[in-house]
Every structure is written in structure tokens, then in C-alpha cells.
T-cell receptor, first 113, second 111 residues
Framework: DAGVTQSPTHLIKTRGQHVTLRCSPISGHKSVSWYQQVLGQGPQFIFQYYEKEERGRGNFPDRFSARQFPNYSSELNVNALLLGDSALYLC????????????FGPGTRLTVL | EDKVVQSPLSLVVHEGDTVTLNCSYEVTNFRSLLWYKQEKKAPTFLFMLTSSGIEKKSGRLSSILDKKELFSILNITATQTGDSAVYLC???????????FGTGTLLAVQP
């Protein structure tokens, strides 16, 4: 079975632009979570979606938004990019909302110039 | 504030050595503690621990949780160069039921 997939692999943007990152969960998984990982740090929780609804949100500004589609795939959108948004963005999927074990995708490396 | 602290931050060992990685936590509404291995990008799942004192084992890796003292250890015996990676500890809990990660331990295994 395919694991969690993310696209694109790498992305370079300039300040002020916006970006859309995509994630497909493991088949049968209904919950998707997004994380931001800056160099030298552990991943920081951004959002969790379950059954197309936001179920949790981390301490990130409103420039960050996400959604989940009927097929359980998800998009993360970031508007008005700042240099500090440069990071590895990880998507993780789990079976259900309350399932603790999350499986991660390979991530999208975003560089903001 | 919920937090997960890992030590050491980095470690260099030789093949065949045994290493112990530490993870302490202060997290409200604790549900479970998870260990991941991150080599290049995707953290890969190693263990999930929910009960104190029960060791989980997979090959040369093992882990145990102490819910009274709020810590966990990850042991790797007979290390190999392929064990070189960042090892992440995460606790599921907090006010919004989320995974809270430590900063990781960078392990380098030299031949």
C-alpha cells in the first residue's frame, strides 16, 4: 500500500506570495494533520482535519489555512509568505481522529526568498 | 505550557556501541508517547507507549515509559551506521489533543 504522499517535493517562493501544499493520506485513513519543521527543531502542529472539518489548530497566524476533501486528501495554504515560513512541511495521516499513531509523508521543502 | 525535552541533543558513537536516548515531558491530558526516526524527511514510526513499565521491543531497539517520573528512554543495542538519524520523541495530549514533539536527538554512528 502507498504511504502518505505529498506534493510538491520542493518549492521556492518570494515574500508576499502564497503557496498551496497537497497531501494524500494512507488509504483508509480519515484524519490528516499538518506540521511545520524548521531546521534543528521538532515538528510543530499546525492543523488537524477529520471528516473534512478542522478538529485542532496550533499556534499559527491566520495566514495559514487548510481544508480536507471528500476523498480525505488535504491542502495547506499559506498567504503573504514571510522569510520565516521557510521550513519542511509535513503531513501525517491516522485512521481516526482519536488514533494516536500518525504516519508521516516525505514533506514539502518550502524556501521563501 | 506543554513541553517535551530530549537529551542529549546530539551523540556520536562507534558501530557496536549501545546508546540510550532520553525524553522527559510535561503535558496535560497525556494519552501516549511516540518515538520516530527521521533520516532525511519523513519521520518513520518506531513505538507508541501508553503504559508504564512495559517494554516495547523491535529488533535492536527497545523503549519503556515511566508515567510517574514523566520520562521515556529509547535504547539501541549493537548500533550500525544505518541507525544514524534524528530520533524524535512526541507526546499525544495537551488541551487540543495533538502531537507535541521534542527537538530530537541527532545520532551519528561511525564505522
Amino acid at each position: 500500500d502507498a504511504g502518505v504522499t505529498q506534493s510538491p517535493t520542493h518549492l521556492i517562493k518570494t515574500r508576499g506570495q502564497h503557496v498551496t501544499l497537497r497531501c494524500s493520506p494512507i488509504s483508509g485513513h480519515k484524519s490528516v494533520s499538518w506540521y511545520q519543521q524548521v531546521l534543528g527543531q521538532g515538528p510543530q502542529f499546525i492543523f488537524q482535519y477529520y471528516e473534512k472539518e478542522e478538529r485542532g489548530r496550533g499556534n499559527f497566524p491566520d495566514r495559514f489555512s487548510a481544508r480536507q476533501f471528500p476523498n480525505y486528501s488535504s491542502e495547506l495554504n499559506v498567504n503573504a509568505l514571510l522569510l520565516g515560513d521557510s521550513a519542511l512541511y509535513l503531513c501525517a495521516s491516522s485512521l481516526e481522529r482519536g488514533t494516536d499513531t500518525q504516519y508521516f509523508g516525505p514533506g514539502t521543502r518550502l524556501t521563501v526568498l | 505550557e506543554d513541553k517535551v525535552v530530549q537529551s542529549p541533543l546530539s551523540l556520536v558513537v562507534h558501530e557496536g556501541d549501545t546508546v540510550t536516548l532520553n525524553c522527559s515531558y510535561e503535558v496535560t491530558n497525556f494519552r501516549s508517547l511516540l518515538w520516530y526516526k527521521q533520516e532525511k524527511k519523513a519521520p518513520t514510526f518506531l513505538f507508541m507507549l501508553t503504559s508504564s513499565g512495559i517494554e516495547k521491543k523491535s529488533g535492536r531497539l527497545s523503549s519503556i515509559l515511566d508515567k510517574k517520573e514523566l520520562f521515556s528512554i529509547l535504547n539501541i543495542t549493537a548500533t550500525q551506521t544505518g541507525d544514524s538519524a534524528v530520533y524524535l520523541c512526541a507526546v499525544y495530549g495537551g488541551a487540543t489533543n495533538k502531537l507535541i514533539f521534542g527537538t530530537g536527538t541527532l545520532l551519528a554512528v561511525q564505522p
